[in-house]
């Protein structure tokens, strides 16, 4: 048997469930209190505890014995086999904590997504199809997901800086002339980390169209399989605006909208958006 499994950061929601693919939350600190992503902490107890307190909630990787302790829940045989992804190893210790776990097994494959969000679950869904097909052994998934991972593009821009900048990821002054300014930054994955693109100048609403006709035009080779919208309580005119244009560029066979977990939303506050699909042209199971 050949199982799947991801931390929760992959934002795959029902399709965790209808894909077969086990999920290891992650974890989000709320002042004195742990919460296990996706379980019992929703992204708007994020903003009503940013709001009340003034402060970000933080987030924990899960350690190398809690990584062993669910994937021995999985593997129940030599037999079995599990392919595991994580959120970038540029950003957690989630993708380090697994990979030392995954030695004490005969057949786990840890996967460093090196993105996080959908930009992961692309490659989740991916090793699906190839293991739904039936053609292809855990190892030969796991090398061919590994062949992927650089074509991953992950984009979002941001409608609020506030999380940015208590979060020590901008200055003051930057933040305060993007609010002043009305600029909303994109945010690219480059490597497994977090880079800054084109900075866009309006409301979300205004730019939306601006944003994925500059993604598409510096990405313009996509796997036209699937693509995914992803946010964090994006407004749904914003939403509708994006996937009408990701529309007039190409033919997706499935636009999936979802909403980011509560582990990404810590780290890029509300109303934050983007577009994720895997660049690299039709690609055959």
């Known amino acids: 048997m050949i199982y799947i499994s991801s ?8 399709l965790f469930e209808t894909r077969n693919i086990r999920t290891l939350p992650l974890v989000v600190i709320l002042g004195e209190n742990s919460y296990f992503d996706g379980v019992d902490v929703t992204p708007d ?12 909630p933080k987030t924990a990787a899960r350690s190398v014995e809690e990584h062993k302790e669910f994937f021995s829940s999985i593997i129940k045989s030599d037999e079995d086999s599990l392919i595991h992804f ?20 005969k057949n786990v494959y840890v996967v460093d997504g090196k993105s996080l969000s959908t930009g992961t679950g692309l490659l989740v ?9 039936g053609k292809y052994s ?9 062949a992927r991972i650089p074509f ?12 940015l900048y208590k979060g020590g990821r901008c200055s003051g002054l930057a933040s305060f002339f993007a609010t ?13 980390k977090i880079v800054v693109g084109k900075k866009f100048r309006g409301t979300s609403v205004n730019i939306a169209d601006k944003y994925v006709d500059n993604i598409f035009e510096m990405y313009p080779n996509p796997d036209l399989k699937r693509i995914f919208i992803t946010h964090t309580s994006a407004e749904p005119e914003v939403i509708e605006k994006i996937r009408q244009q990701v529309e007039k560029h190409f ?9 980011a977990s509560s582990t990404i939303t810590s780290h890029c506050g509300k109303g934050t958006i983007g577009i994720l699909f895997i660049n690299d042209g039709n690609h055959e199971i």
């Open 125 to 133: 869904l991916y090793a699906c199809d190839l293991r739904d097909s």
């Open 86 to 105: 994580t959120i970038s190893g540029e950003i957690s210790v989630t993708a380090q904590n697994a990979a030392i776990a995954a030695k004490a097994f």
């Open 7 to 14: 931390d929760s950061t992959s934002d795959l929601y029902s």
């Open 180 to 192: 002043a300014l009305k600029l909303k930054p994109s945010l690219l994955l480059k490597d497994g």
């Open 152 to 163: 991953v593009e992950a984009s979002f821009f941001v409608d609020t800086m506030e999380y």
């Open 138 to 146: 855990a190892k030969e998934i796991y090398e061919k997901v590994l």
């Open 251 to 259: 033919k997706f066979e499935e636009i999936y909208v979802t909403v």
């Open 45 to 56: 107890d994020i903003y009503s505890f940013v709001k009340k307190n003034n402060i970000l």
